[in-house]
Nanobody, 111 residues
Framework: QVRLVESGGGLVQAGGSLRLSCAAS????????MGWYRQAPGNERELVAD???????NYGDSVKGRFTISRDNAKNTVSLQMNSLKPEDTAVYYC?????WGQGTQVTVSS
């Protein structure tokens, strides 16, 4: 069993920044891809960014150039630095490690 603990969500004004973190613990053996997804009310869950163990990152089109994903393989953590936030970034953000989902953290961007 894998346990994921997310932190860093909150309320921020448009143009501001937030940093999300996700720490994985439990039965972890050679974690592959780690990533962040988000889901806004009425919308499907969508990829924000993911990153391979070797550091290759992939971003959703709407966040390219504004968000940066990183990971620490030694600590089994993945982080998401979110800059130039927009109201349309408002959503619940979920960490995904392998096939395991975090509980979600709310990000709200006010205009």
């Amino acid at each position: 069993q894998v346990r994921l603990v997310e932190s860093g969500g909150g309320l921020v004004q448009a143009g501001g920044s937030l940093r999300l973190s996700c720490a994985a613990s439990g039965s972890i053996f050679g974690i592959g891809v780690m990533g962040w997804y988000r889901q806004a009310p009425g919308n499907e869950r969508e990829l924000v960014a993911d990153i391979t163990r070797g550091g290759n990152a992939n971003y959703g089109d709407s966040v390219k150039g504004r968000f940066t994903i990183s990971r620490d393989n030694a600590k089994n953590t993945v982080s998401l630095q979110m800059n130039s936030l927009k109201p349309e970034d408002t959503a619940v953000y979920y960490c995904l490690v392998g096939k395991f989902w975090g509980q979600g953290t709310q990000v709200t961007v006010s205009s």
